[in-house]
């Protein structure tokens, strides 16, 4: 809920122009698309005016090792994504190395990955 108060505020002054939200998601390797957490961020996002498909575009990768979130995050910071959204220590550590100026928001969750 923090987290998508924070993008909430962040968001707000441009999602009256039409601006599509690009967040990029790195969680641990499986299939992170079913965490508990993502279904929460999406719920609060939606709660906030944010849909998917009109003005907010997740990507959200499901990856086998932590090793494929580096090329990812690369791109996230090419791309200039709107922020990165992490879950865990290690897919945040990986999101600091590829940018210093994009917004890294962390995500603590207790679920496993199904």
Same mark, same amino acid.
């Given at each position: 809920?923090?987290?998508?108060?924070?993008?909430?505020?962040?968001?707000? !002054?441009?999602?009256?122009? @039409? $601006?599509?939200?690009?967040?990029? *998601?790195?969680?641990?390797?499986?299939?992170? &698309?079913?965490? /508990?957490?993502?279904?929460?961020?999406?719920?609060?996002?939606?709660? !906030?005016?944010?849909?998917? @498909? $009109?003005?907010?575009?997740?990507? *959200?990768?499901?990856?086998?090792?932590?090793? &494929?979130?580096? /090329?990812?995050?690369?791109?996230?910071?090419?791309?200039?994504?709107? !922020?990165?959204?992490?879950? @865990?220590?290690?897919?945040?550590?990986?999101?600091?190395?590829?940018?210093?100026?994009?917004?890294?928001?962390?995500?603590?969750?207790?679920?496993?990955?199904?």
């Amino acid at each position: 809920m923090l987290a998508t108060a924070f993008l909430a505020t962040a968001f707000t !002054a441009e999602a009256q122009q @039409g $601006k599509i939200y690009r967040i990029g *998601i790195l969680g641990p390797p499986g299939k992170v &698309e079913d965490l /508990p957490t993502i279904k929460g961020l999406r719920e609060g996002l939606r709660e !906030a005016g944010y849909l998917e @498909g $009109k003005n907010l575009q997740l990507n *959200i990768p499901n990856v086998t090792t932590y090793d &494929e979130l580096r /090329p990812i995050a690369k791109d996230y910071a090419e791309k200039r994504v709107d !922020a990165i959204v992490t879950f @865990g220590a290690t897919a945040t550590g990986i999101a600091r190395e590829a940018t210093k100026e994009l917004p890294i928001i962390f995500i603590a969750s207790t679920s496993s990955v199904l």
